[in-house]
């Protein structure tokens, strides 16, 4: 969110790197080299890349970002944080002064359960990708299911339908 944030102000990509190596090349050279306690929530291999990276100085965001408010240069601060576990998180962000005219707390969406982020340790086929689509196809249109029923049972996605019709859904997934 805060490089979206940081696009928006810019009106360009913020850190636009060319590969992956390119890309952290430029992320540090404005948020400046992680230290090794900003590191310490990364496994040690990954961790330990970072010093083929050169050292950098932070930037003041100022100087990234001409004519910014310092309300907007505060949020992107406590935003882009190499380690998560500093950064802020979404509600206290929804609370900066920087979003004290769009934001209202009594109108603020609140999720009634946490995000299942079991997909992520789904084995990434191209089979297992077009049933995790067609699930959440079906779950915004359940009229799909009908027309489908003898197809459904060739592509073994039916144990996954019945797995996503049993999760209790929030009033967000209805937005």
Known sequence: ?????????????????????DQFQKIFQVL????????????KSSSAMTKYFG??????WLEVLHGASNEAVDVLDVMLTFDPRERIEALQCLEHRYFADLHDPDDAPRSSSHFDWGFEHLLA???????CVYTECARLHPEI?????????????TALLESHRAEPRDELSKV
């Open 55 to 60: 050292s950098y100085a932070k930037r003041p």
């Open 145 to 157: 299911l009908q027309r489908d029923v003898e197809l459904l049972g060739s592509l073994g996605i």
């Open 32 to 43: 400046g080299s992680p230290s090794q306690d900003q590191c310490a929530w990364l496994p």
């Open 125 to 131: 086929t191209r089979r297992s990708l077009q049933n």
């Open 1 to 21: 969110a805060g490089c979206i944030l940081g696009e928006l102000m810019l009106r360009r990509p913020l850190f636009e790197g060319c590969d992956f190596r």
